[in-house]
């Protein structure tokens, strides 16, 4: 039997921008983790932590959101198995005409 857990929403603050002044001040980033695995055995693995193993990643200094997706990726896929995937929103880039995100989704 195959489950999936998701989790909508985690937040992290870091200095994102292939600008130097987009990366004056941190931001909030969105993330959206989903996890397909064996649900023969549940819970499939502690949200919480899957939760907290990301906070040591706030502060950090990324250009683009696939970066950032691509670092929680491969933390996620080291600590527990499954086919994860990972979606990073990054709200209000700095472009003209304003858009109201830029999304970006790393998947097995």
Do not use: H
């Not at 994102?16 to 959206?32: H, I, N, Y």
Request: charge should be negative.
């Amino acid at each position: 039997m195959t489950g999936i857990l998701e989790l909508r929403g985690v937040s992290l603050t870091v200095f994102l921008g292939a600008l130097p002044c987009e990366k004056l001040f941190p931001r909030r980033v969105d993330l959206d983790v989903s996890c397909t695995g064996n649900a023969s055995s549940l819970p499939m693995m502690d949200y919480s932590e899957v939760s907290s193993s990301l906070a040591p990643l706030s502060g950090e200094s990324f250009e683009f959101i696939e970066q950032v997706a691509d670092r929680v990726f491969r933390l996620l896929k080291a600590r527990w198995p499954g086919d994860w995937s990972v979606t990073v929103k990054k709200g209000f880039p700095p472009v003209n005409p304003t858009i109201e995100c830029a999304v970006y989704t790393i998947a097995d």
